[in-house]
């Protein structure tokens, strides 16, 4: 394909991470109950509802008595 000239796509430069970034995240894989963390989060997801499909119609039976 040809692009115009001046259509750029690049990616803006990344940033380096400042000390206190490095700091907080060394604490959070340092943690000793990430296990039970883990746990509790996939054990929270199970109680969600699955997203409904944006396809689907949830009032199509509905459609016979309109």
Do not use: G, H, V
Request: glycine share 0%; with cysteine; hydrophobic share 30%.
């Amino acid at each position: 394909m040809n692009y115009p000239p001046n259509l750029q796509a690049n990616n803006p430069p990344l940033t380096s991470l400042r000390e206190r970034d490095w700091k907080a995240l060394t604490a959070l894989f340092e943690r000793d109950d990430s296990d039970e963390i883990e746990s509790d989060i996939k054990n929270n997801l199970r109680w969600l509802t699955p997203e409904p499909c944006w396809e689907d119609n949830p009032f199509e039976f509905l459609r016979d008595y309109l």
